[in-house]
């Protein structure tokens, strides 16, 4: 089997991920932060720990860390909890659903207005789109860090010194890059960075995270036990546990600290240096197949390249790629704007998405799967 | 014994680590419903003869700390 879907979610992964959620659930898995019996501390010793390797990674202090279960849950908090009512926000012409629906669901309830820049060009051409587009009552910017379409980048630490500028609440999806880019919430002056433990961080599926870049609070979206101030009616006015409500995923943050460590020990450049020239690799030898069209919104290369078979639909090649072992995914990537970009907004594209794990043979494997495919023009 | 009463348990467990690094034994405890009007809430234990270097370790390490009560 050759796996190629990692912008979907990493797999394989490290062998300490599961080895630590076996632990955790055999060994140490009481209730964090509810009692201060030994299962109950080692719990909450261990997820204070996956705090820290996070706050390390970016820039943060390890109170500011809130976990969530995936980035959609933290980017509807951080939208959510943080946004000004009546207000302006402003979001990029690439953003994923999980920005577009929770900002599409503030407009119709009538919570705020906004407008779309764009993300194409130069640097100073994107923050240009941006002013153009801010307004006086803005009071939030929510981006992604890398497309999930086609790794185009944006300009973070400028779009953040922008808000800050402004008084603006900056919000950064960082779906695709954390793991891969480096980032400081403090220096790129992010007010919330929102990230997956199930992507470039190589941890489980059912964690993810905000990282803020203050402790400045805002409202609530889940109220509930936190095992502490249980006489009072209301959630703790401090972080983290102000937007942690329930039981947290233990063994999946337990997992994912084991997977932060491990990651340390890799080096994130050297991944995104491996990925990247698998990715020119795959690049150069699609390019040369005249029924193959490789779409591209950027002249850098990145861990996730677009493309599509001439008469063949995205599904029926990822398919056709999955008979012959393969797992890429089609479609829309749930980024309907970003594949109107790319002028895929009909039938979509096919994704590949390369992992540290995958090998140059993956890629030349995937080629001939293609070639034989073309070759062959129906299902086998 | 004395105990330093901490927000949240998050806090309690930066707070024994804090001290760790100054080589002060201490122990996570729940705190007695006296000791918090609000509830629910976690301290650290530790020996009081460490006090004064347990103040200097909280404080170095930004650990926000209710009050230190003497047991």
Redesign the interface.
Known sequence: MIYLDNAATTFPKPSCVAEEMTKCLKKYCGN?????HKLS?AS??K??EA?VLLAEMFGA???NVVFTYNTTYALNMAIKSNLRYSSHVLISDIEHNSVIRPIAECVKQRLCTYSVFESGGSDDEIIKSIKKNMRNDTSMLVCTHVSNVGSRTLPIKKIGALCKERGIFFIVDGAQSAGIKSISVKDMNIDALCIPGHKGLYGPQGVGAIIYGSDKIGRTLIEGG???????MTM?D?L??RYEAGTLATPCIASLAESLKWLKTVNTDKIRSHEENLYTTLCDLLSEKDEITVYKMNDYPGNTLMFNVKNLSSATVASELDKRDICVRSGFHCSPSAHKLLKTGDGGAVRVGISVFNKPADIYSLYEALCDIIKNKRPR | MCVASL????????A??ALADFLIDSE???LEPYMT??????GIKFDCVNLYQAEDALKQK?VKYTEIIRL
Do not use: Q, W
């Open positions: 964090p932060g509810r009692s201060s501390v909450s010793e997820i204070y705090r202090d390890a109170e936190t095992g502490i101030n249980s006489l009072e703790p401090f983290p546990e | 927000r949240s348990m998050t806090h309690a467990v930066k024994k680590k996570i405890v729940k009007e609000k509830g629910c809430a976690y930004s």
